[in-house]
């Protein structure tokens, strides 16, 4: 399959939300990725429900909706209301992930789980056949701009592997210090959905970037 493109707004200018999202449509992104911190789960504070709202009715795009965040469970209807089309939660933030995932399919948005650089794929044992992706850290979660990890890669091969084994379609995305060339790298490893942030809004010629990015291999 072709690799999809999800920029992350963290790295985007809030000042310019708007003309971002008409520009990441007319650029050929795929999905926009929204990353959503409490300040508690990771040690910083983004953005929240009434941003995904206004986002939702300024796109057509999918919003792919990163919650680090405590306790998740008590927002997934509210994320939906908002406009989430897919609801990433962090394994290491529920207490009960199979539930979890059920509500947010019963929600009908498609659900994601995302592990930690350190957190194994063995957790996802049980679960992987309600995940419609699995989102691999590439870096620790909380901040933009940090250096690529590269161990993930062994990750990334070994769920594609698994997902492979299992006859299944669940979509291995990657989000942290994703750029042309450490991407290539991953997606070499099996990812196929790549989160980029600073890469994209940071360099000289972003639509060259998100260009190279979708046409990876």
């Given at each position: 399959m072709p690799i999809l493109t999800a920029p992350s707004l963290l790295a985007a200018d809030f000042n310019r939300l708007g003309e971002t999202l008409d520009w990441l449509h007319e650029a050929g992104a795929d999905w926009v990725h929204c990353d959503v911190m409490d300040g508690h789960f990771v040690p910083n504070?983004?953005?929240?429900?009434?941003?995904?709202?206004?986002?939702k009715s300024r796109t057509r795009l999918p919003l792919d909706v990163h919650l680090m965040i405590t306790d998740p469970?008590?927002?997934?209807?509210?994320?939906?209301?908002?406009?989430?089309?897919?609801?990433?939660?962090?394994?290491?933030?529920?207490?009960?992930?199979d539930r979890t995932l059920h509500a947010?399919?019963?929600a009908g948005m498609q659900a994601g789980v995302a592990l930690n650089p350190a957190t194994p794929i063995s957790v996802l044992e049980h679960i992987l056949p309600l995940a419609d992706l699995v989102l691999l850290m590439t870096v620790n979660p909380g901040f933009g701009s940090q250096p690529y990890i590269p161990?993930?890669?062994?990750?990334?091969?070994?769920?594609?592997?698994?997902?492979?084994?299992?006859g299944l379609s669940t979509l291995i995305e990657v989000d942290g210090g994703i750029t042309p060339e450490t991407g290539a790298r991953i997606v070499a490893a099996g990812a196929q959905?790549?989160?980029a942030g600073s890469s994209?809004?940071?360099?000289?010629?972003?639509?060259e970037v998100l260009q190279q990015l979708k046409h990876l291999q």
């Open positions: 504070i983004s953005f929240g429900l009434p941003v995904i709202k206004a986002l469970d008590r927002y997934i209807t509210d994320f939906r209301d908002a406009g989430a089309d897919i609801l990433t939660v962090h394994a290491e933030a529920c207490l009960h992930l947010i399919r019963k161990y993930v890669e062994d990750k990334c091969r070994a769920l594609a592997a698994e997902i492979r084994r299992r959905v790549l989160v994209i809004f940071q360099a000289a010629n972003p639509a």
